[in-house]
């Protein structure tokens, strides 16, 4: 049973547009949220996270937004650029909670591909 | 320079045939984990360690086992390496736990298994 899903497996944006990526989640418990980049043949990069305290944080081009009462996250690339191509997973913990203590939750990731 | 060392970054193998893959990290870090990715299915968990000589499960641990007697290292083993293991496999580390402490990752481990 998967806790957090990514529902588009890809998606393509030109250059300079703003790209979404979304992921949702089932567990209510999740309180941090984090975004991780990957270029084939290298490990996934961290790109950028979010405590369930917040419901935006911002770093350079790139903002997540939470939603909690939905369970839905939200990664912005803005302006889109080539070098953004890559695969994008979502990712959430419940820090300190009994059995989830020390997971990680991934989900399946979405290609984007950013063209000129 | 920070990093998760990952070795071999290939592997063919055959059924049966016991192997390990080694998991180094020279950021003094808490916290380990290894990962495997396949087509479709994401980043599952194998298994994960919080400290040293403390191990625990993930989402996909039948078939593997590991060990941390180190702080530095948290090898891979599998004793009996069975077809459905070929995947791409990844270490990583974190000072903390790994949602308030982001995971560095190793490049990789491609296994296949025949």
């Known amino acids: 049973d998967q806790q957090v899903k990514q529902n588009s497996p890809s998606l393509s944006v030109q250059e300079g547009r703003i790209s979404i990526l979304n992921c949702d989640y089932t567990?209510?418990?999740?309180?941090?949220f984090l975004w991780y980049k990957k270029y084939p043949a290298e490990g996934p990069t961290f790109l950028i996270s979010?405590?369930?305290?917040?419901d935006k944080n911002e770093d350079g081009r790139f903002t997540v937004f939470l939603n909690k009462s939905a369970k839905h996250l939200s990664l912005h690339i803005v302006p889109s650029q080539p070098g953004d191509s890559a695969v994008y997973f979502c990712?959430?913990?419940?820090?300190?909670?009994?059995?989830?203590?020390?997971?990680?939750?991934f989900g399946r990731g979405t290609q984007l591909t950013v063209w000129p | 320079e920070a990093q998760v060392t990952q070795n071999p970054r290939y592997l063919i193998t055959v059924t049966g045939k016991k192997l390990t893959v080694t998991c180094s990290q020279n950021?003094?870090?808490?916290?380990m984990s290894w990962y495997r990715q396949d087509p479709g299915l994401g980043l599952r968990q194998i298994y994960y360690?919080?400290?040293?000589?403390?191990?625990d499960k993930g989402d996909v641990p039948e078939g593997y086992k590991v060990s941390r007697k180190e702080k530095r290292n948290f090898p891979l083993i599998l004793e009996s390496p069975s077809p459905n293991q070929t995947s791409l496999y990844f270490c990583?580390?974190?000072?903390?736990?790994?949602?308030?402490?982001?995971?560095?990752f190793g490049n990789g481990t491609r296994l296949t298994v025949t």
């Open positions: 950021m003094n870090h808490e916290y």
């Open positions: 990712a959430a913990s419940a820090i300190d909670r009994g059995s989830t203590l020390g997971r990680l939750y």
């Open positions: 979010i405590s369930s305290i917040k």
């Open positions: 360690s919080m400290n040293v000589e403390v191990t």
């Open positions: 567990n209510s418990m999740f309180d941090y």
């Open positions: 990583a580390s974190s000072l903390g736990e790994p949602g308030e402490s982001p995971l560095h």
